[in-house]
């Protein structure tokens, strides 16, 4: 897989800029590009082997709890949009107090993801700027062999002899093609239908897997009486969810995978609320 310098190193520069001008107030697109450029990052890191060098490790060190703070604020953002999908009118009272719930959830969550880079910028940026140097010597340095290959070739044979997909191991396998997606993004010709296919089912089964977690959320908010409409409408649009991300997952499996066996992947239903 040949990569160019400039590609290589673009992940690195936005990052630093975002991590320089990040707002105390975040919108929902400044913590989607935050944690995209920081995903983005760590896959760089596994395509071209980095994580075994110093320079990597401390870089992995400090982006990792800038991406997992800004992955909590992105999930409540998904989830008061996803729970204003299925409200039955705009008084529903339910609705209106689980968007309540998950708005104070994404002000705390947003106030730690501040807290969070206002900490480790200084020392993220200072790494991220040596760290991108260091990528564009090797790299254009001839005389310097990267393999980039190692990295998306393991994730393809774990996902060709990936187990039978079921709700457990679903989301797994959504970590997984995202990384891969991610590494073949960084090739100078990538298979653009292997990308493109990695890209849908990552968005199909991140939106199955958005709306396991608004269950939760809503069993341990409302009342499983008086609030059984909006529970079960969270739970029939969860269940519609994992059958399409199941079909995706599997499609992708038998046609870029070698899997054949697809049609025998486990189909468990969301447990009914009680």
């Known amino acids: 897989m040949k990569l160019q310098a400039d590609d290589v190193e673009k992940p690195f520069r936005k990052l630093r800029k975002q991590l320089n001008t ?53 999930d409540m953002d998904v989830l008061i949009g996803d729970v204003l999908t299925i409200s039955a009118e705009p008084a529903d009272e339910a609705a209106v107090r689980l968007v309540e719930h998950l708005a104070k959830r994404r002000v705390k969550d947003a106030r730690r993801l501040h807290d969070v880079v206002r900490r480790l910028r200084r020392d993220a940026r200072d790494c991220l700027k040596e760290s991108g140097r260091i990528i564009r010597k090797t790299l254009k340095d001839e005389s310097t062999t990267v393999d980039s290959d190692t990295g998306p070739q393991i994730l393809i044979t774990e996902l060709s002899h990936w187990p039978a997909l079921h709700e457990d191991n679903l989301h797994l396998f959504r970590i997984r093609i995202k990384e891969l997606r991610y590494m073949l993004q960084l090739s100078q010709h990538p298979d653009e239908k292997l990308v ?79």
């Open 22 to 74: 990040f707002p105390s107030n975040p919108k929902p697109e400044d913590v989607h590009s935050l944690r995209t450029q920081t995903r983005r990052l760590e896959a760089t890191f596994a395509a071209l082997e980095l994580g075994q060098k110093k320079k990597s490790r401390e870089l992995a060190k400090l982006i990792r709890p800038v991406r997992k703070a800004a992955g909590k604020v992105r």
């Open 196 to 274: 493109d296919a990695l890209g849908g089912v990552k968005d199909t089964v991140g939106e199955w897997h958005d709306w396991v977690e608004l269950l939760k959320i809503a069993k341990e908010v409302l009342d499983p009486q008086s609030d059984r409409g909006i529970i079960k409408r969270i739970e029939d649009t969860g269940n519609t969810k994992l059958i399409a991300s199941l079909a995706a997952a599997n499609k992708l499996r038998e046609r870029f995978f070698g899997v054949s066996d697809g049609r025998r992947a486990s189909r468990k239903i969301l447990p009914m609320a009680s």
